[in-house]
């Protein structure tokens, strides 16, 4: 009994780790480009997952918004308006879920378009993954990268706490690389005659945010979790975030949501209940505490390829659930996902949602 409590807990603290992936490389991003303080980012990062972990017993993941942190790495006038745009993006998100708006979404947006996004989203996650692998596999040491690969691999058909191991072993080679990485500076201030630039940043994810961190997350939580899952709505969704996205930027944290990515990585690597992100936010708390700016050097040491592995896993156990629709609406799920993969999900989603309701009345006329 007390084996079986040991393996199932280390199961949950490697299902917590599964979504670093993600996680690590966009905020090290992020704070190189002068947007967010790493420190901060992670230390805020860890108390949304506690507050999550109140609200839901089951492990919802806490990543950056991708479209704003894609934006921000890309140049500087958008990296100075990151923190305004997280703000921009609290306000409507809470707006949206208070007004009810974000509830109601559920019911505007057809399955078939959810199944799209996670398709898109998993492929995208993937594929990421695999370039990091093979752009890094030579630096970070073939055989520590086909150790990892070979624990991965048995992690996926065992209780073996892959994501885990995995960490501890991208942990230990960053500690002997980091005499030859640089941190990224720990400033970043909330600009507000940055408005300008942070429109087109807070137009770009809305969209994400709604299908991928709301609607998307609603379904996969229910898809994997049936009873737990039923607690999760995005009124619910949009009343953490939405209020986190407020405080977060003004202490020089990242904008942050929940992702459909991120929950379906911890729930691969183990994750089953609250007390795996619970885990999570205590140890990222407890380690800018412990560690401050040296934290920022130790990750941008942590081997990319590593990371890539972790993402690959996590990419393909979304898709597989964005695969869950019936032959005749292949075509609009894999429009859909062609569309996120090429970075025009919004327009993607319209068509999508067009030719549905079209080929809805047109069925029934």
């Known amino acids: 009994m007390n084996r079986q409590r040991t393996i199932t807990a280390l199961r949950e603290v490697s ?13 090290l991003a992020l704070a190189a480009a002068g947007a967010i303080s790493f420190p901060a980012a992670v230390a805020f990062a860890g108390v949304a997952h506690l507050i999550t972990a109140v609200r839901y017993p089951l492990p919802m993941a806490v990543q950056p918004m991708k479209a704003i942190a894609a934006a921000g790495i890309a140049t500087p006038a958008a990296a100075a308006a990151v923190p305004l745009a997280g703000i921009v993006m609290g306000v409507l998100v809470t707006l949206l879920a208070l007004g009810g708006a974000l509830s109601r979404l559920q019911q505007w947006i057809p399955m078939v378009v959810v199944r799209g996004m996670q398709l898109g989203v998993g492929a995208m996650l993937a594929l990421r993954g695999s370039e990091w692998v093979l752009q890094n596999a030579a630096s ?4 520590w990268l086909a150790v990892a690969a070979i624990i991965v691999g048995v992690g ?11 960490c501890v072993l991208g942990g230990v080679m960053a500690v002997f690389a980091m005499g030859s990485v640089t941190a990224p500076a720990a400033v970043a201030t909330v600009d507000l005659s940055t408005w300008a630039e942070a429109a087109p940043l807070v137009a770009a994810q809305l969209p994400m945010t709604l299908l991928n961190s709301v609607v998307a997350v609603v379904v996969l939580a229910r898809d994997l979790f049936p009873d737990a899952g039923r607690r999760v709505t995005g009124r619910g969704i949009g009343l953490i975030m939405g209020p986190l996205n407020l405080i977060g930027p003004w202490f020089g944290a990242m904008p942050i949501c929940h992702g459909s990515g991120g929950l379906a990585a911890q729930y691969r690597f183990g994750a089953r ?3 795996s992100i619970v885990a999570l936010g205590v140890a990222k708390m407890g380690a800018v505490i412990l560690f401050g700016g040296a934290l920022a050097t130790w990750a941008a040491a942590f081997p990319l390829s590593l990371l890539g592995l972790l993402l690959i896993v996590a990419g393909a156990e979304l898709g597989r659930h964005g695969l869950r629709v019936r032959p005749e609406e292949g075509v609009i799920v894999g429009g859909i996902a062609l569309g996120v993969v090429l970075g025009h999900a919004l327009v993607a989603v319209t068509i999508a949602m067009m030719v549905w309701y079209g080929w809805r009345r047109w069925r029934t006329a």
């Open 15 to 27: 299902g917590g780790l599964g979504d670093l992936g993600a996680f690590l490389p966009l905020t």
């Open 140 to 143: 970070d040491g073939p055989v």
């Open 156 to 166: 996926l058909f065992t209780r073996l706490p892959a994501a885990l191991l995995v």
């Open 273 to 275: 209940t609250r007390w």
